[in-house]
Each structure stands twice: as structure tokens, then as C-alpha cells.
């Protein structure tokens, strides 16, 4: 399977915001997208960003990639994390940005995307289809080992309900996976379609119908009342 490669690392320039709240929205006006900066131990800090250069980084980050942040009138960067991205529902305009700081040699915990490459021999047969079981894995490791995404290769799947689980997917020996060894990544099945059969309702209507025939037929017939008033008066007559 193949390895989670690390990427060359982002960078972003920020400045300390003092515009809050609704009047956010002149910041955007101007070019310039909102954004706070936390973290475990430090103080919440209100930020922004030039909105093309931040949607750059969202693009390219996601929320797995490590990003070298530079505020203005800091002389460090700091190592930061896109936590939560907001966009407006219909025009998708970028709203605000949250970024997550850690430390380098702090382990971080996080679920990093899986993304299927190569093509599947045991899926050139007809009726096959590839199941997807778990599409993120866990992996707790330094914020600096953290794949962008974990690349599984499949062209080892060459028989039908032959699979790929959790415990084949070699990464980094920094880094440790939390998910359960036995969850299923990928496998090839078999499409089974299931026919039901119908019940002949119509049959049975009709033998239904027939039988009610027959016992009609079968049934003796009674006198109706105005033929027995006819023997009655035949029989007064006689006499």
C-alpha cells in the first residue's frame, strides 16, 4: 500500500483584527476575510487575511495540512492547522476561518482522508463493484509527520470479496493508527441482483370467481313467493 507523502509546507500572513461581530462584513467588502486563532494553552486571538491568498490555503490544506502562519508583529511563525472553514450557503463567498495552533513534539490526534489509487485487476469482470468501507483513518502522530491524505493502493485486489483492511495500510513508523486493525478499506464484490416473485393475484381472483360459480349452480332454487301463491289458489280451485 502506499505511504502517506508529506508535502512542502504552506504559508499565510495574518494581521490582529479589531473589527468584530457584524461589522465584519466591511472587512469582506474590502478584500479581507476574518479569521480567530486558539489553541491548547494560548489565548483566543482574533485575526484576518487577504481573502485570495487564504483561499489558496483552504484549496490546498484542507484541515490536514500543517501551515506556517506569520502575524504581523510576531517575529515567529507558528504551526497551525485550518480548523473550520464558513461559507455563505448560496454564494459559497469564503466568511470566516479558524485556525488551530499546536507545538512541534506535541502528539496530535486526527482523522486524515483515504483516497484509493490504481486500478482493481478483480474489477475488469462484469457485475463487479468496489465497496468502500471506512474513508478517513485515525492516526495520532507529531503535527509535522501528518499525511495531507493516506493513498491505498488497490491494483493488489485480484479476486472477488478479496480485501484491503486497516491493518494493511503501511505508513510511517511515527505514526500510530487508533482505528480498529479489522475495518474494512476497500473490496471487490459482486453485484447480486434478488428477483422476487410475483403472486399470481389475478389467478386467484379467477379461480375465486369460478368456484363462486359453481356453487351458485350447485345451489337449489326456491320457490319465489308469487309461485307459491299460484299453487295455493290452484288448490282452493280443485277443491
Known sequence: MERGKLMEELKIKASKRKV???RNRFLRRQG???AHLFGHSIESQPLQCDTDELKKIVTHAGTTRLVSLKVEGE?????VFVREIQRDTLSRQLLHVDFYQVKKGEKMTMDVPIVLVGEAPAMKGKGRIMSRGITVLRIECMPEKVPPQIEVDISGLEDIDQAIHVK??????DIIVRDDPELMVAKVSEIVIKVEEEKPVVEEAVVAEAGAEVKAEE???KPSAEGA???ADKGKAEK
Open 219 to 221: 345451489a337449489p332454487e
Open 229 to 231: 301463491s299460484d299453487k
Open 75 to 79: 517575529k515567529e511563525s507558528k504551526n
Open 20 to 22: 468584530l461581530g457584524k
Open 168 to 173: 494493511n495500510i503501511v505508513l510511517d513508523p
Open 32 to 34: 479581507i476575510t476574518p
